[in-house]
Structure formats: structure tokens, C-alpha cells
């Protein structure tokens, strides 16, 4: 059978790190959909502040993804999964206990800021160990796989954080610290390092940093994954907001969509990946970012709950030929010894692109008062970065770009 | 219930059992057809 073919043959790490991953966003899916609400709710504190909170955690996540991505590149992926996830989880317990008693605001805040920048050292570590472990024209279908496995942990995420909230809000941290615990000692006794041996071309420090900031085919690809991710963070700021002031959904209805677009992952992720590592990583990202386009434009014509699910099964389809071929991509333009700091700068790029969507989309909104045009206009960002992704195409050697000669790329 | 008068609840749960079973099915799948050896690098950058 193709598919058991295809499904075979990983390193068994890959699967170490599913696990890892699935466990890990369980964990986080436990505590994040209730975060905002207890700061509101229980603390009383106004909407304003409680997403000036999250832009400083989401700040302290962007710069994680750069110093961990130095980290991982200078003393290896293993040990710095292992210290960030256990670290991580001593927060959240921290976060737990602390939250139990009399809260100070700013404590709060910066524990909630140590949380998120923990968890965005951890990225390029693991991102960096998948392109170490797995061939080059497989890595595509692997970081599609870790992507199903983060989307398991926010299927069962939410449900179980919404029982832990109704006994207390300090167990949905609790919790969550013993998910990290959990996922942290799996990676320490069934991993293995990765991390090429150093060499002589290897630049150790913020040099090394620094002189990605300098490769401009790398930095205009990461603009352009900004403007995608600028508007695929209208997911979860401005679309959860329209669905119930416009459309009239309940919480527990836009919940069921987010449950239906992850099962829609877990169902077709992967057979999509293997599809499309036929084609230029561009192309695929131009793609990507005009299915995008068309879901959200789509959500402008309709209020009905099956159309708006349907509009979010679309652009979840462009997230899943998106991410994947991101990762992909950047892992296939670093070189060995540079892939973590790769993957730190573009991660933050995503972090920021994530971070600063609610915002951009807030003023939108303000500006557009017609909801159809506002969503037609959140399009457009989708079709900006489409010709910036064929344009990139020139920039690239097909060794960096194209599917069937990365490995002629990665033996030179 | 929402304004169409629909409860999603069962929906919900359906999707929760959905997640668990494709959770185990994929680790079981996947690690029965993995390889211990890493045959990319073949020990050959590892430290």
C-alpha cells in the first residue's frame, strides 16, 4: 500500500517527537484558550491590558526564538529541549501556585512572559533536530507530522482545560507543568543528540546571527511568511470576535469549528505533504498563501455556522501546505551548522507576524466598517505574498528549491 | 446552543474520541514502522 510505504521508515525520533509534541501542546492547549478569560474574569482586569499582557509574552517568545536558536546551533538541540521544557514546566506550576493566592499583576505578567519565552527557545531546537535526523526530501512529510501532533493536543487540549477551570484555574497550570514534565523526560531518555559536529566554517556567538540577517533571498522569504501569518492570526483575534457578534455563534460553537479544522490536520496533513514535496517550495508557498486568501475572503459572504466552518476548513488548508513548506524551506536555505539560528530568525518573524495580527486586524476593523470588505481586505495580504513567493523563485539555486534535487543539495 | 439552535456538544465529543484514537493510531503506526538506525546521517555528523 503507497501510503504504509510512505509512512515508513523515519527515525524512530521522529515518532520520539511526536509524542513529545502532542503531549507538549496539550499541555499548552490546557492553559491558553482560558488565559485571557481568568485575567478577565477572575481579575477583573479590562480587555485592553489583558491583550497588552499577551503582547508582551508573545514579545518575549519572538526574542526566545532567536536565543534559541543560537543555543541549539552552539550547544546542541537535545540539551536545550530538555532544560527549556523542564524550565517551562516549573513556571507553569509556579504560575499555579502563585495564582492561588493574592496576585500581583506585573509578577503575573512576567511569569506569563517567562512561560512564552520558554516555549519559543524550545522551537528551533526541535525544528533544527528534524532537519539533523530526517532526508531532504522527506522533511516536508515530518514537519507535517509534528503539526498533527501539536493539533491532537489542542483536539483534547480545551476540553479538558474547561474541566480543570471549573474545579480551578490554578489545576489547569498544574496540569499543564506535569505535561511538560512529562514530555521533557520522554525527549531526555529516547532521544538521541543531533547536532552536526561543528566545523571550521562554523560561526559561533550573535556573529552568527547577524550574518542571516544579511542574506536577502532568506530575509525577503521571511517578510513575506510575515504578511501570511499577519493574516492567518485573523483566525484567532478578529474571527472568534465576528463569528459572535456578527453570526451569532456561542463559545462552544466556535469552539467545535477549531475542533473540526484539527481534525481536518490530523485526517489530511500528511498525504497532503507527501503531495506537494513533488513541487517548487515556492510555488507551494504561492499556493498556500492564495487558499488562504480564498477562505478568508470567503467568511465575508456568509453567517451560517456549516459555511463559516467550511471557510475555516479552506484556510486551514492553506495552513497545512503553508507551514510545513516554511520549515521545510528554511531548513533546506541554512547549512548544517546554521540551521537552529535559521530557524530562530524565521521564527521570529512568525512570532511577530502571530503577535502583531490582532492588532493590525483591530485596526482594520475600525477602518472597514463593512465586515465583507474587511475580510476581502485580509485577502489581500494573502495575495501580496503569493508574488512575493514566485518572485522569490528567481532567487533561489533548484537546489534549495526544488523537491527532487535537495538531496544532490545536501550531499555538496 | 447558538442562534441557529444547535448544540454542538456531541460534536465536541465526537471530535475529543476522534483525537485520542488518531493519537494512539499514529504513534503505534508510526513507531512499528520506524528504524532505530539513523539512516540520514549514519552516525556520521551525530555526537
Redesign the interface.
Known sequence: MGFRKEFSGFDRRVWTLFTARTIDGAGFSFMYPFLAIYLHDQLHISMSVVGLILLVAAGAGAVGNLVGGEIADAYGRKRLMVISILTRGLVFVAIGAYIAGQVDLITLTLLVAVNFFLGSVFEPANNAMVADIVEPGRRLEVYGLLRIGMNLGWIIGPMVGGVLASISYSWIFYCSGVLCFVAGLIIQVWIRESRPAPNSESVTGWKGSSAIFRNGSFIFFCSMCLLVFIMAGQMTSTFPVFSKDSAGLNELSIGVIFGITAVLVVVAQFPLAHYIRKFKTSHVMAAGSLVYTLGFMFIGFTRDFWLLTLAMCVVTVGEMIISPAAMNLVASMSSETTRGRYMGVWGLFASFGWSSAPFVGGVMVDLIQDQTLFWMAVGIYGVLSAIGFLALTRMLTSGINGANSRKAQDKS | ????G?N??E??AG??I???I??IG??I???K?????????GGR???
Open positions: 446552543m447558538d442562534s441557529s444547535t454542538h456538544i460534536l465536541w471530535i475529543a476522534f483525537g485520542v488518531a493519537g499514529y504513534l503506526i508510526g513507531w514502522m520506524s528504524t532505530e538506525i539513523n539512516h540520514v546521517e555528523h551525530g555526537i
